[in-house]
C-alpha cells in the first residue's frame, strides 16, 4: 500500500477528479473484458482476433526473471477500461468541462497555444482531444489516435502494428496487445519536415485504474518529426498499472526525436516497451526523462537495420523514497558503418534505488560500427543505492565499443564553493544535480528543460540539504 500522506507533499499533480465517467469496468481481467473493449471501439474481427490472441498468450506468459520483483501486481485488481468522454474531439471548447480543468492546471491547452504543432490529450483510457496544425494535414501528415488508424487507416495499421514488437515479446505486450486503448498514431510523409513538435500528454485519474496506450509512428524517407509525451496520475493508496507499447519506424534517411518527461505519482507501476526500427542513413534519438513512479522500468531501443543507421538515447533517473528506477537502453546493429551511443544519467537520494540495465549488440555483418555507452550516478546520501547492469556482445572484429562508468557523490569543495557565494545548501545541492543532468536538460526545448528544472527541484525538496 502507498503512505498518500507522506508523499502528498512533495508530487504537485498529485489531484484527482470525482466526476464518475461515462463507462468505468469493475476490476478485473477476462476474454469477456477484451472483446467489451473491442467492441465498444466498433473495431474489425482482425483486430479483435490480435487482441485474444495476445490475452491468451498473457495468462501463460511469466514475470521478467531480472530486475524488480512484480509478482505482488494482482491483475484481477486493475480497472481495464474507462471512459470519460463520448467521442474524441478536436474543438478544445467540446472538451467535457472537468476535463479541460484537469488539463489546464497541467498546462497542457497553454502549451499547445505557444510552442507546439499539435497536440494529443488522453485522460484515463481513451484520446479525449487531438489537434494539428492545418497546413500539415494538408502536406499529409497524419496525427491521431490509434484507434481512429484503425478504421481509417487499416492497410498502414496492418503494416506496421506489433510488427516491432509482437505481442509475445514480454508479459506486459501482451497485456497492452489484449487491452489496448488510446494512444497516438502519426505518419510523416516523404520529405516533410515539422519545425515544431507534436505532443502527447497522458493523465490517469480512476482508482486502481490501468492505462494502456498504444503509440505508432512512421517516419518516412527523408522526412523529420519531434514527438512528446508528458505523463500524471493522481496519488492514491493503491497502485495504477501503466504498460503502454511504443512502436517507430525510421526510413530511409529520416529523423525521429521522441522526448519523454515523465513524472508519475509514486502509486503508479510503470512498465513500458519502446522500440524503434532505423533504416539506412536514419537516425533515432531517445530523450528518456525517468522521475517519480513507484517502480520505473523503461529501456528504449534501436534496431539499426540499414547501413549508416544511427541512435543516441540520453536518459536520466531520478529517485528518491519510495522510488525504483530501474531503467536503461537498447542498441541492437545489424547493418554495416552504424552507430549508437548511451548516455545514462542517475540520481538517488533519500533512499531511492536506481538501476542501469542496457544491451548493446553488435552483430557478425554489421563491421564498422561503433557504440559508446556512458553511465554516470549521483548518490546523495548513505542510505541510497545505484546498481548498473550492463550487457555488452560484439560479433565482428571490425567494430569497437566504449564503456564509461563513473559514481560520485557531492564533495565537501563543491558545498564550500557554492556555500562561500552565499548560496545555501539546499540550493547548492540543487544545482549540482542540474549541472550533473545538463546532457539531458540541453536536448530538451526550452520550454520544457525549464519544466524539467521546476519538477526536480519539486522532487528534491526536503528530501536533502
Known sequence: MIDKKEIDHEYQYGFSDKEKPIIEFERGLSEEVVRKISQIKEEPQWMLDKRLEAFNKFKDMKNPNWGPDLSFIDFDDIVYYTSASKKMEDDWDKVPEYIKNTFQKLGIHEAEAKFLNGISAQYDSETVYKNLESELSEKGVIFTNIETAVHKYPELVKKYFGKLVPFDDNKYAALNSAVWSGGSFIY??????????????????????????????????????????????????????????????????????????????????????????????????????????????????????????????????????????????????????????????????????????????????????????????????????????????????????????????????????????????????????????????????????????????????????
Not at 547501413?307 to 519510495?322: E, F, L, V
Not at 545548501?425 to 528544472?453: Q, R, T
Request: proline share 3%; net charge negative; charged share 25%.
Open 188 to 465: 510523416v510523409p516523404k520529405n516533410v519536415h515539422l519545425d515544431k513538435p507534436l505532443q502527447a500528454y497522458f493523465r490517469i485519474n480512476g482508482l486502481a485504474a490501468g492505462q494502456f496506450e498504444r503509440t505508432l509512428i512512421i517516419v518516412d524517407e527523408g522526412a523529420s518529426l519531434h514527438y512528446v509525451e508528458g505523463c500524471t496520475a493522481p496519488i492514491y493508496s493503491e497502485h495504477n498499472l501503466h504498460a503502454a507499447v511504443v512502436e517507430c519506424f525510421v526510413h530511409k534517411g529520416a529523423n525521429l526525436k521522441y522526448t519523454t518527461i515523465q513524472n508519475w505519482s509514486k502509486n503508479v507501476l510503470n512498465l513500458v516497451t519502446k522500440r524503434a526500427m532505423v533504416y539506412e542513413s536514419g537516425n533515432m534519438s531517445w530523450i528518456d526523462g525517468n522521475i517519480g513512479a513507484g517502480v520505473n522500468m523503461k529501456y528504449p531501443s534501436s534496431i539499426l537495420a540499414g547501413k549508416y543507421a544511427s541512435s543516441d538515447c540520453i536518459s536520466i533517473a531520478i529517485a528518491s523514497k519510495d522510488v525504483l528506477q530501474d531503467a536503461g537502453a537498447k542498441m541492437i546493429h545489424l547493418a554495416p558503418h552504424t552507430k549508437s551511443r548511451i548516455i545514462s544519467k542517475s540520481v538517488s537520494f533519500n533512499g531511492g534505488d536506481t538501476r542501469y540495465r542496457g544491451l548493446v549488440k553488435i552483430e557478425k555483418d554489421a563491421i564498422n560500427s561503433h557504440s559508446r555507452v556512458e553511465c554516470d550516478t549521483l548518490i546523495l546520501d548513505s542510505i541510497s543505492r545505484s546498481d548498473t547492469v550492463p550487457l555488452e556482445i560484439i560479433k565482428n572484429k571490425q567494430s569497437f565499443l566504449e564503456h564509461e562508468a563513473k559514481v560520485s557523490n557531492i564533495s565537501e569543495e563543491q558545498l564550500f564553493y557554492f556555500m562561500n557565494k552565499g548560496i545555501s545548501k539546499e540550493e547548492a545541492e540543487y544545482l549540482i544535480v542540474m549541472g550533473f543532468l545538463e546532457p539531458f536538460s540541453k536536448e530538451l526545448p526550452m520550454e520544457y528543460a525549464v519544466e524539467l528544472n521546476r519538477l526536480v527541484k519539486l522532487d528534491m525538496e526536503g528530501s536533502v540539504g
